[in-house]
């Protein structure tokens, strides 16, 4: 592309709502990737924006969940949990009722809606909105951490316009949620990595999940082994993702970039490195016509700020000084950052590591070959 627009879409409000003290999903990191942007000079570059999203319409959300499930939220609004809260997959644990519950919800996917608007509208060519990529929620059930899914709502936008969209998803978790709302839908082609399901919530995401009816072939899962580092991580990527993409020639790409997939995140077992990545993020952005980043898991907060900030210099095509900016200095103290620059050190896997790593993602990406790539006539 000669010259492409960006928008990063984010708000100052987030700091208001609060999962409880003991939940893993901290608010601080949105605003902490914000201020190492910033001290990177990354918000004020030439051809880009930064825009602050409204919350959306209660209308705008009932496009996707049930009017029921979103009474229960609204009614949660003020900290206290509503009757019939747990039919809802809402109360003590993953998915907590807090003060604003309905107002973050709604934010979040006021963001992935101007997110897809700025493209629609010509905006921008990239967008990146990190307070996204809430991909567990289903239509009427909150779950893992997500209660209205952005990701779903912002691609039955595009395909309200009749965009074909491919969804990618890298976060350490198989992205369930969005899976389901597309899986007898061909004009949807849905890819997830994750750790494996039978180690790690939400429990799905199996090679053999490939979608129905219309739909078989147009959901694809690349289930991981723990331990699976980038060196294991990128050549099975590039052997799955980039044919998809020829074959299915997306007109918009909708990718959720959590950064849970991390050696040191305190949640999973996958042991990816920022500049693994980063180098994932540069190959989807090559591949996409178009695209919408949202973020998605991540709780070492050093580790999103970095990876967040590495993945919105790709979008721009900036190349960033490895040393953490000066200005940034009493942030990396205050959150214990354990590396003064955007990149990690290597760490090679032992040996019996990386052998089971490679055997199983090797085990997957023949599964795949057989039974998803010959529908695509790859
Ligand atoms: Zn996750």
Known sequence: MATVTTALVHSDAWTRFDYGPHHPLRMERLGLTQRLMEAYGLTTLPGSTVRTPEPASEGALA???GADYLETLKAANGGRAPKLAERFGLGPGDNPVFPGLWDAARLCAGGSLLAADLILDGQADRVFHFAGGL????PARASGFCYVNDAVLAILRFRERGLRVLYVDIDAHHGDGVQHAFYSDPAVLT?????????LFPGTGFVEEAGMGAG?????????EPFTDSSIYLPAFEQVVPPLFGAFRPDVVVAQLGIDSHRTDPLTHLALDVQGFARAVARITE?????MCLGGGGYDLPNVARAWTAAWAVLNVVELPAALPVSFAADARRYEFMTDTLWDPAEPLPDHQRARAQEYVQRQIEAIRRTIFPIHRI
Do not use: C, F, Q, W
Not at 287 to 291: D, E, N
């Open 216 to 224: 078989v072939g147009y959901s694809v899962n690349l289930p991981l």
């Open 287 to 291: 591949l996409s016509p178009k695209l």
């Open 135 to 138: 991909h567990h929620a289903m």
């Open 63 to 65: 496009v996707y969940h």
């Open 191 to 199: 890819i997830s990595t994750h750790e494996r399901g039978d180690y």
